[in-house]
């Protein structure tokens, strides 16, 4: 199981923004995924392998973490970042976490 | 530019089987997985099974006695089977590519289609 928190995040354009996904058991730095979805369209993939921007992502957004703790961070925020955000993990079988809805 | 196509699903009755094919435009099948994946309200996104370029496929346990994913590599396509569709299967259906070698993430999602089950 992944829990996200917080549920949502409401913060001002400039600001920093911290996103936490929190596993119940351990999970391969290798299988721990990042999406953002907005209204109306499909999740994007954001950062893989914990850390690891995908293409065209830029650099504001980063991942952390191992084990059961990861986070994404969103420095200086852009008014197009708002959405969900949801982590993802494998471990056979796929599991996403409830999802972050940051709030610009 | 790789493109995942997807058609509408509609509206089904209980007990009824959804059908859903997923076109790939601009790469063939080799070298992926490719995933259903859906989202509802009450459950958020749920992954529904995985098939690989050589045809063999998974399925979310939970899932597992109703679903059927196929390849047809000809087409570039792959397709999505669920019988005995119930109320709980109202949800938007998303196909998606999988990276692998070491690592398991969607790169690539469809637009999605939305599925209301509803007698």
Do not use: H
Not at chain 1, 68 to 97: A, H, K, M, R, W
Not at chain 2, 31 to 40: D, E, V
Not at chain 2, 67 to 90: C, E, G, W, Y
């Amino acid at each position: 199981v992944l829990t996200q928190s917080p549920g949502v995040l409401s913060l001002s354009p400039g600001e920093r923004a911290t996103l936490s996904c929190r596993a119940s058991q351990s999970v391969f730095t290798n299988y721990l995924t990042w999406y953002q979805q907005k209204p109306g369209q499909a999740p994007r993939l954001l950062i893989y392998a914990a850390s690891n921007r995908a293409a065209g992502i830029p650099d504001r957004f980063s991942g952390s973490g191992s084990g059961t703790d990861f986070t994404l961070t969103i420095s200086n925020l852009e008014p197009e970042d708002f959405g969900v955000y949801y982590c993802q993990q494998y471990d056979g079988s796929y599991t996403f976490g409830q999802g972050t809805k940051l709030e610009i | 530019q790789v493109q995942l196509q997807q058609w509408d699903a509609g509206l089904l009755k209980p007990s009824e089987t959804l059908s859903l094919t997923c076109g790939v435009n601009g790469s063939s099948l080799s070298g992926y997985s490719w995933s259903w994946i859906r989202q509802s309200p009450g459950k958020g996104l749920e992954w529904i099974g995985e098939i690989n370029d050589s045809g063999t496929s998974r399925y979310n346990p939970s899932l597992q006695s109703r679903v059927t994913i196929s390849v047809d590599t000809s087409k570039t396509q792959f397709s999505l089977r669920m019988n005995s569709v119930t109320a709980a299967d109202t949800a938007v259906y998303y196909c998606a590519r999988i990276r692998t070698r070491g690592r398991r993430f969607f790169d690539l999602w469809g637009r999605g289609t939305l599925l209301t089950v509803s007698s």
